[in-house]
């Protein structure tokens, strides 16, 4: 079965700098998405990329898509410390099926 | 901005009892998911629901589950009969068009005792 799977596993930076997480999983996709937990929280959807698509912004957040690699990387640029939580990516085979989620990558952001 | 609601937020039971989780998705959303979380382990998929039956669910989905769209609104889950292994964070999720993001609630803290 394909999964999700991120690196690094947790990540510590001090506020201002620049936070990058990658994904690899294992076979084809629909779409990935990212999305945040903060801890005891509910998942909050980030952003969403599809298998045709290369790269995608919103706001601070960046994120690349290499199918031939089956990779994904999500880059957060001038953290802060609200961003402080588990970042998860998840991939979906086909539209609309089960998200298939990785273990995650918690952020930790130090003013 | 429109949200999933789930009651309640923490369920305390005792093994061998039944537990009815309750959703309420967004409300022009087609698609709807149970997911669940064990403590410090990834987001697991339990089951998901269109057009009043079950599309797809996962081995964990097994005869001591049900989900059910009572109305229009709600989503619910039902353990039949609760194990210790079932005490987790449960999250229903929903989405109006199959290639769009799922939109998750807040969870329900399920603690079987």
């Known amino acids: 079965s394909q999964q999700g799977e991120e690196d690094p596993q947790a990540l510590s930076i001090q506020e201002g700098e620049n936070a990058t997480m990658n994904c690899s999983y294992k076979?084809?996709?629909?779409?990935l998405q990212w999305y945040r937990q903060n801890s005891g929280r509910g998942l909050v959807h980030l952003i969403l990329?599809?298998?045709?698509?290369r790269e995608k912004h919103s706001g601070r957040l960046r994120v690349t898509l290499d199918t031939s690699k089956k990779s994904s990387s999500l880059l957060i640029t001038a953290s802060r410390a609200a961003d402080t939580a588990s970042y998860f990516c998840?991939?979906?085979?086909?539209?609309?099926?089960?998200?298939?989620f990785g273990k995650g990558t918690t952020l930790s952001v130090s003013s | 901005e429109p949200e999933v609601t789930q009651t309640p937020s923490h369920q305390v039971t005792q093994m061998g009892q039944e537990v009815i989780l309750r959703c309420v998705p967004i409300s022009n959303h087609l698609y709807f998911y149970w997911y669940r979380q064990i403590l410090g382990q990834k987001v697991e998929f339990l089951v998901s629901?269109?057009?009043?039956?079950?599309?797809?669910k996962s081995e964990i989905f097994d005869d001591q589950f049900s989900v059910e769209r009572p109305d229009g609104s709600n989503f619910t889950l039902k353990i039949r009969s609760t194990k210790l292994e079932d005490s987790a964070m449960y999250f229903c999720?929903?989405?109006?068009?199959?290639?769009?993001?799922?939109?998750f609630g807040d969870g329900t803290r399920l603690s079987i005792l």
């Open positions: 990329i599809r298998s045709n698509e």
């Open positions: 998840a991939t979906a085979p086909q539209a609309g099926t089960a998200l298939i």
């Open positions: 629901f269109y057009n009043n039956e079950i599309s797809e």
């Open positions: 076979t084809s996709i629909n779409n």
């Open positions: 999720a929903s989405t109006g068009l199959s290639n769009q993001p799922q939109h």
